[in-house]
């Protein structure tokens, strides 16, 4: 034989006005959020994926869609084709923090 009890249980209501607090408003466009930013191989970049940045030499490496890692010098904003991998390399690292300098 088997004996169980089942408690009795008496759902909580929930109070109506949680239900109707209007909450918060985000605002549809920010007019500052690319303040200060700088479009850097506008035209020249196709589709780049990934991105290093070497503090010390102040460049930008980065990945694009047609095989090839440019560089981008960011004082002057000269970007020049670094090396061409044959394919699409699908990511970036500085090794000893000299992937944009002497690799």
Not at 29 to 52: K, Y
Not at 55 to 83: A, F, P, Y
């Amino acid at each position: 034989m088997l004996l169980y009890q089942l408690d009795f249980f008496l759902p909580a209501h929930m109070p109506v006005h949680d239900f109707t607090y209007p909450g918060l408003k985000a605002l549809k466009r920010n007019d500052h959020m690319l303040q200060g930013a700088e479009l850097l191989g506008l035209g020249v970049l196709r589709g780049p994926e990934d991105i290093v940045y070497d503090s010390q030499s102040n460049v930008l490496c980065m990945g694009c869609e047609d095989g090839r890692i440019k560089r981008v010098t960011l004082n002057n904003s000269v970007t020049e084709n670094w090396i061409n991998t044959g394919g699409r390399p699908l990511g970036l690292t500085l090794r000893d923090n000299e992937c944009c300098r002497n690799c």
